[in-house]
């Protein structure tokens, strides 16, 4: 009887393995059933439909696996039972090996040695045989349910749920990644409208305001020449500033190339960066008395074009020279722009002894709304800046120590065939 012992206590010690894995399995229900609902129909599909695959496979193995410890153990005891067919004396041995086949496997739920009555879905006929001669046969019929159940606990089950959940998982992300973005792209695209209807809405409004300001200009008789040129040159930023905005708003409206546009504008026309900051110098020199402005050119020409839009330049080379008054000191305040020739390069460098930026927090104030040292800071300022330089293949850089000053450099490209086609 030992080897029966031994195949009795290796199918238990599977029973319990089994039945932990069973309850691991009823612990992933609920996961799964979430996961199932947060996927798209195709994705649940397919999960589906391999979860069928793989159960009927489970299925199959646990019916050969069940048949093949019945056929073990008949091989073990296969003479006792043929002697006691043949005899049929005293059956007492026979019922006692066939009740223990319950024993051997759980899904064994009728065993006969004559004809059942009845259907059974999952049977075999297993031949007995004494000394190669035919004795007779025993019936066996396996329990459906208990298969099923030892399918959905079985390793192959359990593995094939496991990956079909990575699939459904990566897949489901995927697609819940492809949703977010679309849904950030539609964001963007309303914000864009949005900004489009102001800028046209403020370039409309600010017509009239303009309008008198520029009528104050010419009849203004007792303002001094000085006085009539800086306000001149504001009347013209503003108008600069308007025209900016609503064609920036109509482009946005018509079409998405608002970029494109404005990159072909700059490389057809430039701008006279010696002009621009001219003129900028001017209106600060006027403003703020108190800080002295100082202006270099480091380049032997009168004019000097580069490849950026008049409006852009002098929207960024103002922002930066706000920067710099902000951040000057109450007395002895000085702010000085260089203009140099480096390689395929501009640079136009402008300096401020101002209270500095700690270097930890340098990188930041490129990035959109990274502001510092400002209570009303919406740190756009040196985000545009960077943008538009970078734009025509140009760059900006910062650089401060604390207590000594910043050195902001715009880096921009000279126009050659190479900048034209890569702006275009």
């Not at 041995?93 to 739920?109: F, P, R």
């Not at 013209?236 to 708003?249: K, N, P, T």
């Amino acid at each position: 009887m030992a080897p029966v012992y031994t195949l009795c206590a290796q199918v238990r010690g599977g029973e319990r393995w089994g039945g932990a894995v069973l309850a691991l399995f009823m612990g992933m229900i609920k996961p799964t059933l979430n996961l199932i609902k947060r996927s798209s129909w195709p994705w649940m599909s397919a999960f589906m439909a391999a979860l069928l695959a793989i159960s009927v496979l489970s299925f199959v193995v646990e019916v050969r696996r069940a048949q093949g410890a019945v056929a073990q153990y008949f091989a073990i005891w296969e003479e006792d039972i043929a002697k006691s067919l043949l005899v049929k004396q005293d059956s007492t041995l026979l019922d006692k090996i066939l009740g223990q086949l319950k024993e051997v496997h759980s899904s064994v739920a009728q065993v006969s040695v004559k004809p059942r009555d009845g259907m059974c879905a999952f049977e075999n006929d297993i031949p007995i045989t004494l000394f190669s001669l035919p004795a007779g046969q025993v019936q066996v019929c396996y329990s459906s349910a208990d298969l099923a159940l030892k399918t959905v606990s079985s390793p192959i089950f359990l593995i094939g749920i496991f990956l079909g959940l990575v699939f459904v998982s990566f897949g489901s992300r995927r697609e819940l990644l492809n949703r977010l973005q679309e849904q950030k792209l539609q964001s963007e695209l309303d914000r864009n409208k949005e900004i489009s209807e102001i800028s046209r809405q403020v370039a409309h409004d600010i017509r009239g305001p303009l309008m008198a300001l520029t009528t104050l200009t010419s009849l203004s008789h007792e303002m001094s020449h000085e006085k009539k040129e800086l306000l001149g040159l504001a009347v013209g930023r503003i108008r600069g500033i308007a025209e900016d905005l609503l064609q920036r708003g109509r482009a946005q409206k018509n079409e998405e190339t608002s970029t494109q546009a404005s990159s072909g504008k700059a490389v057809k026309g430039g701008v006279d960066v010696i002009q621009v900051a001219d003129r900028l110098l001017k209106e600060y020199r006027f403003s703020y008395p108190n800080i002295e402005f100082t202006w270099h050119q480091h380049v032997k020409a009168e004019k000097l074009i580069v490849p950026l839009d008049e409006m852009k330049l002098l929207r960024v080379l103002g922002n930066i020279l706000n920067n710099s008054v902000e951040a000057a000191p109450e007395s002895e305040a000085s702010v000085s722009i260089s203009l140099l020739d480096r390689d395929q390069n501009w640079l136009l460098q402008i300096m401020d002894n101002g209270c500095g930026i700690p270097e930890e927090i340098l990188p930041q104030l490129m990035e959109e709304g990274k502001s510092f040292g400002k209570e009303n800071g919406n740190g756009l300022g040196l985000f545009d800046a960077r943008k538009a330089l970078q734009a025509v293949g140009g760059d900006l850089q910062l650089r401060s120590r604390v207590g000594v000053g910043t050195q902001v450099i715009m880096i921009i490209p000279k126009i050659t065939a190479h900048t034209t086609e890569k702006i275009s």
